[in-house]
């Protein structure tokens, strides 16, 4: 007989609109008791994706309809372009005209992108119903099923439509993170990491103690997804619309965009938390030629992430990357280039991450000049 | 040398959301000034339609310009058509094709289908930006320039998509509503007078002893708009997402609401404010029937509205009307029709306006079945 690893709560507090993130094994099949033991008689619409419905769409109509919820299932194509006006559009007609009412539910079952969308038109449709998430992917656990970010794409950039809308539960099933490729779920580690470089070190020691065990599921990788989320909620609980303390999520996201925008978002490059993964370890170099952090930390950041198996340099990444010019671009949103001040978030160690609003952008040229043959 | 009468400001007390409303004439000319004064370095994108901006656009691009404020404008389509999903994509994209950031401002120069749209943009765009109005209806200077509702009509139904997005500022030029047809301003009054019917009794007795003026423009004009919009403003500071008390500002909608289904929203025979004023004499005339309230108050809304030169009956709605089955449907929205209860706003008597949410249909059934032929 195998233990049964415990399940793990991490509560959101936003006052009125704080919620409970359940983390642990089969949760998708137990998704229908949980939901109808906190909304009774709420009604649902799933959204989700092919691929996603082909692992676990089954599993979770039949859990829903056992804990007496009516739902509704759609199911989209996979991939970022899902993340449009057109689907948008298609996910608020399906709601409406499943008939549901403000106090009923809009599910996301699948990853960040569905996750995105969903909560989207659940912020939208009656000016704003209940949503849930029962997110399928590492990444969508610990990133975005924390903090009420909601969107979609523009022909001018990713995500810049959208609204902050908090779901009412977050279902994170541990279980299913087996099924994802090991690619994509060292992709959703690297985010897991961040949170020990912002302002947990001990988190990241035991990480770097630990990480096999995360990868092979269990009691560890609940512990980390769940430190992960709580790390993530205590900064949004500080601040919810993204004012201040918020940035510092995006450690290693300036470079990491970067990185992402200069390989044109092409997954078969890099992913997004592959691009993160060379961005924590170009921010702690960087933090260290200016000279704020050791360089002690910078290399035992970028030890611990290509252990794991994540890229680290942009050496790594396959193909030609553009000119340092073009990478310049991309960080400053054509604004400030070369000269001028930009933000980023710098650091003075392990887990002591900051905003930088004054650094120099010749002084990121000619770092990144340096370290792009590196 | 005529006198020029005063500004009003209601103050809108929402916390962190807080916004004023300023009231009187000769805004829009003064709009660069007012805006730079409260935003200074803000830049804009402004929305209106074809027939404000025939009439208005100028003016205010040069108001704007005079206030050293970069402003882009974008004109639609007139009617409440407009407020659907391509449009709302057009001014998105319009908004981002002007690099606003979070902090610019979307501008609606318009009244409520122009208003609606734009705040929606604003709303959505960037997860939120600035949002200005300048209504120029006297049913937006008085309703939805109040309370943050923004949205567009679907297929299911009208404003069934769209965001609470609180405006920061709303500029009511008072002198743009000479240029209003009549019956339009007519339609705008019906909200106004509502405001008094709901709990400001001595205010509904200032309009019947004052309403020429009100009609004429000047000081009592200004008065009554502000007074609305101080009204308005109460009730939404105490339940700004509508979970109760603003159910009160639905006074004479259900019945109105139904009446303009029922004539197809053709703006030729009702238009909303006509509905909402017909409404109200029957919600009246319902609470006499019901014992709540004396038939007087109901004969003397009735009165003053007739007076004003609205329609008050549903015979003064030109053309034929469907069966009493259709309406009951109508204010049902197909549940609940003829058999349970309903929610309505009754009244004790002038002012003194509540929910309630135990009308028995079959009542409201015969009272309709009644009602038309008078």
């Not at 979770?60 to 056992?66: C, K």
């Not at 470089?197 to 096999?212: A, C, K, M, S, V």
């Not at 702690?284 to 680290?312: C, I, K």
């Not at 990478?327 to 604004?335: A, E, P, R």
Request: aromatic share 6%; with cysteine; hydrophobic share 45%.
């Amino acid at each position: 007989m195998t233990q049964t690893p415990s399940h793990e709560t991490v509560r959101v507090n936003l006052g009125e609109r704080s919620y409970d993130i359940v983390i642990g094994p089969g949760l998708i099949a137990r998704a229908g008791a949980e939901i109808a033991a906190r909304k009774p008689g709420i009604r649902c619409a799933v959204i989700t994706d092919r691929n996603v419905a082909a692992a676990h769409l089954d599993s979770l109509m039949e859990s829903l309809a056992t804990g007496g919820i009516e739902a509704v299932p759609l199911v989209l194509e996979p991939g970022e372009k899902t993340k449009r006006f057109d689907e948008l559009v298609k996910v608020c007609d399906h709601v409406l005209g499943a008939r549901l009412e403000r106090g009923d539910a809009v599910v996301a079952l699948g990853g960040g992108v569905i996750g995105d969308l969903s909560g989207f038109a659940a912020g939208i449709v009656r000016r704003g119903m209940s949503f849930i998430q029962v997110p399928t992917s590492l990444l969508a656990q610990v990133d975005s099923s924390v903090g009420g970010k909601t969107g979609i794409n523009s022909s001018h950039g990713k995500n810049l439509i959208g609204v902050f809308h908090q779901p009412d539960l977050v279902l994170a099933d541990t279980d299913v993170l087996d099924t994802l490729p090991i690619r994509e779920f060292r992709a959703g580690y690297a985010e897991v990491a961040k949170y020990g470089l912002i302002d947990r070190p001990e988190f990241f020691g035991w990480l770097e103690q630990n990480w096999r065990d995360v990868f092979a599921g269990g009691a560890a990788r609940i512990r980390a997804i769940a430190t992960g989320c709580q790390a993530k909620a205590d900064v949004v609980a500080a601040d919810e619309r993204e004012k201040g303390a918020r940035a510092l999520l995006n450690l290693g996201h300036t470079f990491g965009h970067a990185l992402e925008a200069a390989t044109d978002y092409d997954g078969r490059r890099l992913v997004h938390g592959e691009g993160v993964a060379i961005g924590m370890v170009l921010a702690h170099e960087f933090s260290a030629r200016m000279n704020l952090a050791s360089p002690d930390d910078a290399a035992r950041v970028q030890r611990h992430l290509s252990e794991v198996g994540l890229p680290t340099r942009m050496a790594d990444i396959e193909g030609e990357l553009p000119a340092t010019d073009i990478l310049m671009k991309h960080i400053g949103q054509d604004k400030k280039v070369r000269r001028g001040a930009l933000t980023f978030i710098l650091t003075r160690g392990i887990g002591e991450a900051f905003v930088a609003d004054d650094v120099q952008a010749d002084e990121v040229f000619r770092f990144l000049e340096e370290k792009r043959g590196s």
